[in-house]
């Protein structure tokens, strides 16, 4: 079993629209929770930490369930700039992060 | 300010070849981490140094990858001999602390 796992997509959604992303973790253990957000061929950039408390950025909503283990990504009113790849990632604590494959997000006009 | 560096942004080498990818951390960052992404897999941890020391060197993949970081300034990844399978995209990072990470642009490696 993979220690972070997401769905890979592509989500294609038209512009406006509202899409969510769900990851899971295997270590109860994990102490912070990220997403990162990919373009292509470049680097991964930090979108938002996630907090227990849930916490949100604009049109960006992230939320942590520890008893489930799972962490979700809310984007409200999509726009096309939106489309890349979005990376769960999860830290046990060391300075070692652990990333998911990510989730494909094309926003269509 | 300027970010993460990272030297060659891409390179093509033959099996058997020695590659050596530099990365210059953001000014001040004692922490620097190398992570690589290969063709279809996610981004995963090689190791990580705190100013010249390797703190965690657990996922580098075995003993053709040597990373140093002299003066705990730049950091280098040398790759020898080179084998098909490590072709792909190779990050380097950089922190103050373990929440907040920047990542270079890559460096990417195509060995044929």
């Known amino acids: 079993r993979k220690e972070v796992e997401q769905d890979p997509g592509p989500f294609n959604v038209p512009e406006g629209a509202t899409v969510a992303f769900n990851c899971t973790y295997s270590?109860?253990?994990?102490?912070?929770f990220f997403w990162y957000r990919q373009d292509c061929r470049k680097e991964p950039k930090l979108l938002m930490s996630?907090?227990?408390s849930g916490n949100e950025d604009g049109r960006f909503t992230a939320q942590l369930n520890r008893a489930s283990q799972y962490i979700s990504l809310l984007i409200r009113d999509s726009k096309l700039s939106d489309s890349a790849t979005y990376l769960c990632?999860?830290?046990?604590?060391?300075?070692?992060?652990?990333f998911g494959t990510g989730t494909r997000l094309k926003v269509l006009a | 300010e300027a970010g993460v560096t990272q030297f060659p942004s891409h390179s093509v080498i033959e099996k058997g070849q020695t590659v050596t990818l530099r990365c210059d951390p953001i000014?001040?960052?004692?922490?620097l981490y190398w992570y690589r992404r290969v063709m279809g897999k996610e981004i995963k941890f090689l190791l990580h140094?705190?100013?010249?020391?390797?703190?965690?060197e657990s996922g580098m993949p075995n003993n053709r990858f040597l990373a140093e970081r002299t003066g705990g300034t730049y950091s280098t990844l040398k790759v020898q001999p080179a084998e098909l399978e490590d072709s792909g995209v190779y990050f380097c990072?950089?922190?103050?602390?373990?929440?907040?990470?920047?990542f270079g642009e890559g460096s990417w490696l195509t060995v044929v």
């Open positions: 996630v907090y227990s």
């Open positions: 990632v999860v830290n046990e604590g060391t300075y070692k992060y652990i």
């Open positions: 000014s001040g960052h004692d922490n």
């Open positions: 140094f705190v100013k010249e020391s390797k703190q965690d």
């Open positions: 270590n109860s253990a994990s102490q912070s």
């Open positions: 990072a950089s922190s103050q602390d373990r929440y907040t990470i920047y």
